[in-house]
């Protein structure tokens, strides 16, 4: 499967680029997708977005991925991702997608530089961002004592005394998974009862490392040498401020995906997120989705890289499908969310 390289300058050009894939976003999940899919000779097209290498670019110090026990930073794994795909045929664009066609087909990509493309398939893996508290110190730090996921980071603070931000479940979870390593864990919550399910409540107020400070924001996060030292918190009934020294600060008050294109185009549920089933597919014939703009439970490198080497599996099959005389039709929805187990 061969894709032409004429480039346009869109504005309705009609030679604009057809090619067999256009991977969209640059985090573990895209770079594996367009590896896949090059290894597959599809000569795919990967472009960036704004947001270089994803979620895992700010992670300061990654030792939980498969292959790196020496451990390495996020940007050190985003570009051996980068390279190993390239080194396959994957050809990266660092542009901006603005907008897609996904009511036609071949589908339609326009980007922020003035290209256009068209696409016989799409993977869209343009990931979440955490939602920032934005305070003074929080884009300074960082990296370097605060943290949006404890299953990445929770490992470099043995016996330290963290900090976790939020009162959901995620903020549950992850406090009590920091135990497994700090030596206390303090809950800020804005409000005097958790939103977090009741079963996991239960579990905070049983353990022993956690203490809970009810109506408590944080206003300001301070550093020293580099790192977190302390926080500054108001309370959010009497106003009173106050100053809480610490060694980490975990800040879960929610996931936003980055589903700008999305809307009206494809089925999201209520957080935003692409809805897929376990072969990636969306709700359009020949548009997968994989990492966290569709994976809102396990959000790691590993399993958004397992998910771009499915979506691209299944694009894959897709166009074997097309060259074997296969007709797309863009009203009919592929996915199969009951699949049936088949015995040895």
């Known amino acids: 499967m061969s894709a032409t390289s004429v480039h346009s300058n869109g504005a309705g050009d009609a030679a604009a680029n057809l090619e067999n894939v256009i991977v969209i976003g640059s985090g573990p999940a895209g770079f594996t997708a367009g590896l896949y899919a090059a290894r597959a000779n599809l000569n795919p097209l990967l472009i960036t977005g704004n947001d270089y290498g994803g979620q895992v670019s700010i992670t300061y110090d990654i030792e939980n991925y498969p292959g790196f026990p020496e451990s ?58 955490p939602r920032y508290l934005e305070i003074p110190g929080e884009k300074e730090y960082t990296g370097k004592g605060i943290s949006y996921c404890a299953t990445c980071d929770g490992f470099f603070f043995r016996g330290k005394d963290v900090l976790v931000i939020g009162g959901g479940d995620s903020a549950a979870e992850e406090a009590l998974f920091l135990t497994r390593y700090a030596s206390r864990v303090r809950i800020l ?35 020293e040498g580099g790192k ?19 060694d980490g600060v975990f800040i879960f008050v929610g996931h936003i995906p980055n589903n700008d294109l999305y809307p009206g185009k494809f089925d999201l549920d209520e957080d935003g997120h692409l809805i897929t089933d ?8 020949g548009v997968f989705a994989a990492g966290e703009i569709q994976d809102k439970v396990f959000k790691q490198v590993a399993t958004s890289v397992g998910q771009g080497c499915a979506a691209a599996m299944s694009a894959t099959r897709f166009l074997e499908d097309l060259e074997a005389g296969h007709r797309v039709d863009l009203a009919e929805d592929a996915r199969e969310f009951a699949m049936a187990r088949v015995a040895a």
């Open 278 to 285: 376990r072969k990636l597919r969306t709700n359009v014939p």
């Open 72 to 129: 390495l930073s996020g940007p050190e794994l985003v570009e051996k991702m980068k390279a190993q795909a390239e080194k396959f045929g994957t050809r990266v664009e660092f542009d901006y997608v603005n907008e897609i066609v996904v009511d036609l087909h071949p589908f339609v990509v326009r980007t922020a530089n003035g290209a256009e493309y068209r696409a016989k398939s799409l993977i869209l893996c343009t990931g979440a961002r």
């Open 228 to 246: 977190v030292t302390a926080v500054r918190t108001q309370d959010t009934v009497t106003g009173a401020e106050g100053r809480l020294e610490t």
């Open 189 to 223: 919550h804005r409000r005097d009862k958790f939103r977090a399910s009741k079963i996991l409540q239960d579990r905070v107020f049983a353990n022993d490392k956690i203490e809970v400070l009810w109506n408590t924001i944080p206003t300001a996060i301070e550093g």
